[in-house]
């Protein structure tokens, strides 16, 4: 059974940084493409970013290009999610996945593992 477990969210200010971390259970953990999603109360799950098995590929949602940089670390079966210049509409609960597809991809449906969530929120 896999399962994704998801830290470093809490409260920050406008402006400020955070690191999320997932860890994955598993050995298979660098085969996957792995994805952050997040979703903010009364709206639908978003994807965030996502990154290929080694690394090499990754995709952003326009709203967060520039500034969240996705990362893996296959050693220690740990996805990685650096967070700067964060916005109040950044605030949401965040949840990394594992995706069924070959390369990153932002639709839900690709995704069949997910974590129990990690809140960030930022405040103005």
């Known amino acids: 059974q896999v399962q994704l477990v998801e830290s470093g969210g809490g409260l920050v200010q406008a402006g400020g940084s955070l690191r999320l971390s997932c860890a994955a259970s598993?050995?298979?953990?660098?085969?996957?493409?792995m994805g952050w999603f997040r979703q903010a109360p009364g709206k639908e799950r978003e994807f965030v970013a996502a990154?290929?098995?080694?690394?090499?590929?990754?995709l952003y949602a326009d709203s967060v290009k520039g500034r969240f940089t996705i990362s893996r670390d296959n050693a220690k079966n740990t996805l990685y999610l650096q967070m700067n210049n964060l916005k109040p509409e950044d605030t949401a609960v965040y949840y990394c996945?594992?995706?069924?597809?070959?390369?990153?991809?932002?639709?839900?449906?690709?995704?069949?593992?997910w974590g129990q969530g990690t809140q960030v929120t930022v405040s103005s």
């Open positions: 996945a594992r995706s069924v597809a070959a390369a990153p991809l932002a639709a839900t449906r690709y995704y069949n593992y």
């Open positions: 990154i290929s098995w080694s690394g090499g590929s990754t």
């Open positions: 598993g050995r298979s953990f660098s085969n996957y493409v």
